[in-house]
């Protein structure tokens, strides 16, 4: 099992660029596929991006192709969700999430972090 902890979070304005980082602990981090999910207010949560644990695969949704990159550095343990472009309607709180596989961090990932609120003002 590892934990997850997403920091980064901040208020940035509309067409700005931020970075989000998921440091993964616990045992054997680089073996698990993270993602990254984003949840408006009053909203469900939404699958941003997915890589797996050798980065070989990685996966995007549809509203932030060719904006964000997700990417990791398995020396530092570590997930990245670099932000650009950012539009007011992608404030939220975003969290990282891991399982076995990139399939299953798309479907219903076990573990969560608890968090970081991005806010870009309209």
């Known amino acids: 099992q590892v934990q997850l902890a997403e920091s980064g979070g901040q208020l940035v304005q509309a067409g700005g660029s931020l970075q989000l980082s998921c440091a993964v602990s616990g045992q054997n981090p680089n073996w698990y596929a993270v993602g990254w999910y984003r949840q408006a207010p009053g909203k469900g949560r939404e699958l941003i991006a997915v890589?797996?644990?050798?980065?070989?695969?990685?996966k995007y949704g549809d509203s932030v192709k060719d904006r964000f990159t997700i990417s990791r550095d398995n020396g530092r343990n570590t997930v990245y969700l670099q932000m650009n472009n950012l539009l007011p309607e992608e404030t939220g709180v975003y969290f990282c999430a891991a399982d076995e596989s990139v399939d299953a961090v798309r479907a219903r990932p076990r573990i969560w972090g608890k968090g970081t609120l991005v806010t870009v003002p309209s």
């Open positions: 890589i797996s644990g050798d980065a070989k695969i990685i």
